[in-house]
């Protein structure tokens, strides 16, 4: 593929996929119109948020393993068109239960096309400029999501709710059409059958996962949680003796694939509980309007989203293993600001906190994700990215839970403090690249 090619594909691959972070964010500023407009409450107009959130996690490890099985620009391609379809569909819904169900067709286009792309990456892209194609997504998806609610209510108060759906459609055509033509068709690898039974158990064990992260009752808690532990043991179960596995335990063999898993699923804990825990802390103890604290959260996102970029080129000089141990060293610094906070009410002082820990959410991204895709085979880049997503998620779910019960207790930043600092102990488990010979990798059964 000529360098022009290249750039093409990775400007289009990028266009289909922060379009996932967009409409995971414009969403939240649309939840009153939306709710207006069909005369439904607030309660029940945020499941057009939760279902996105348990569609996308439940779905993302099975549609990597079915690029591996089918080819990842053939799901990546399809994951588009649902995406263009459900955008549609949700500005035709004409009542609440129709916009749900197809905001869900919206979030399997966006699982599909997510893991995808980066096993594209992984194939299309030479080894030494991984971490910096990387870098630059990072710096897209960060972007995305933290333009998606400024994009939102711009085109709300211009043209109503429907449009955060209708701007998706010019951006997904060109998608698509320089996919069609850019991407060469890659053969049909399938050797094996999609695990049914096990995907079946993973979806309902993370759906059961995601509602436990939201308020119920207490019989509501017990239900939820008898019946993940329940779907979670057959998952495992099932993988542990199926012929076609969803998920290979065996690639957690290798200390690299485990290590980066691990350390984004820690990286986006810290993350997402300063996004979810800040804007109350801004609110009650300086006092800041809404307005306001959404200005101040944006300093956080354009720093990680920044970070993001700056981490992919550090990272093709420096290494995955000295990369993601300095995001975790940072990540120690700025949990050590966020809990001083509560002794000041400097403005400055709270950008330089926010700042530090916007590079600590965006710096290692890049390398954490390299180091995963470089540990397993090229046939298994689907599986693996799916994988790693799924990780990401892990992360957000378990912190949303956490913030939830610890929310304005100087504890919480005690927490994120020990998670960072854990992360650079398990930063020790990915290999220099040196150590990391083809012939130890694992490859694909």
């Not at 069909?38 to 099975?62: D, G, K, N, R």
């Not at 089918?70 to 588009?80: E, K």
């Not at 693996?384 to 939830?404: D, E, H, K, P, Q």
Request: proline share 3%; glycine share 8%; charged share 10%.
């Amino acid at each position: 593929m000529t360098k022009g090619k290249e750039l093409l594909l990775i400007v289009s691959l990028l266009v289909g996929t922060i379009m996932v972070p967009i409409n995971s964010t414009m969403i939240a500023v649309g939840l009153s119109a939306i709710s207006a407009f069909f005369h439904e409450s607030l309660t029940s107009i945020s499941w057009v948020v939760t279902i996105y959130l348990i569609v996308m996690a439940v779905t993302q490890p099975i549609a990597g393993k079915l690029g591996d099985l089918y080819g990842n620009r053939r799901i990546y391609m399809w994951g588009l068109a649902l995406l263009f379809f459900g955008s549609i569909a949700c500005a035709f819904s004409f009542n609440l239960p129709w916009l749900i169900a197809f905001r869900s067709i919206q979030a399997i286009g966006g699982a599909l096309a997510t893991p995808n792309a980066s096993a594209i990456i992984r194939h299309a892209v030479s080894k030494e400029r991984m971490a910096k194609v990387f870098g630059l997504f990072g710096m897209g998806m960060g972007l995305g999501a933290a333009i998606g609610p400024l994009l939102g209510s711009t085109l709300i108060s211009l043209w109503g709710w429907k449009s955060i759906f209708w701007v998706n459609v010019p951006f997904l055509i060109f998608a698509i059409a320089t996919t069609w033509f850019v991407l060469p068709k890659s053969e049909v690898r399938k050797k094996a059958e999609l695990d049914w039974p096990g995907s079946l158990y993973l979806a309902v064990s993370f759906a059961m996962l995601i509602l436990l992260t939201h308020p119920q009752t207490v019989p509501g808690y017990i239900v939820l949680g008898v019946l993940f532990a329940i779907f979670a043991a057959l998952f495992v179960y099932r993988e542990l003796h199926a012929p076609y596995p969803l998920i290979q335990f065996s690639l957690f063999k290798d200390s690299t694939f485990t290590s980066a898993n691990l350390s984004i699923l820690l990286s986006n804990f810290v993350m997402y509980a300063t996004l979810l825990a800040m804007p109350l802390i801004l609110e009650s103890h300086y006092h800041l309007s809404t307005q306001k604290v959404g200005l101040v959260m944006f300093v956080f996102s354009i720093s990680m989203s920044a970070a993001g970029w700056i981490g992919g080129q550090l990272t093709a000089r420096w290494g995955n293993r000295k990369m993601i141990a300095l995001t975790f060293a940072i990540s120690v610094f700025a949990s050590a600001l966020y809990w001083f906070l509560h002794l000041s009410t400097s403005i400055p002082y709270l950008l330089f906190a926010l700042i530090a820990g916007g590079l600590a959410g965006g710096l290692g991204n890049s390398a954490m994700q390299t180091a995963s895709l470089q540990s397993v085979s090229k046939e298994l880049s689907g599986t693996a990215s799916g994988i790693f997503s799924t990780f990401r998620y892990f992360g957000s779910m378990i912190s949303s839970t956490l913030v939830s019960l610890l929310v304005g207790q100087a504890s919480l930043f005690v927490i994120l403090l020990a998670v960072s600092a854990a992360g650079i102990f398990i930063s020790r488990g990915i290999k220099l690249e040196w150590e990391s010979k083809p012939a130890t990798r694992l490859e694909a059964k």
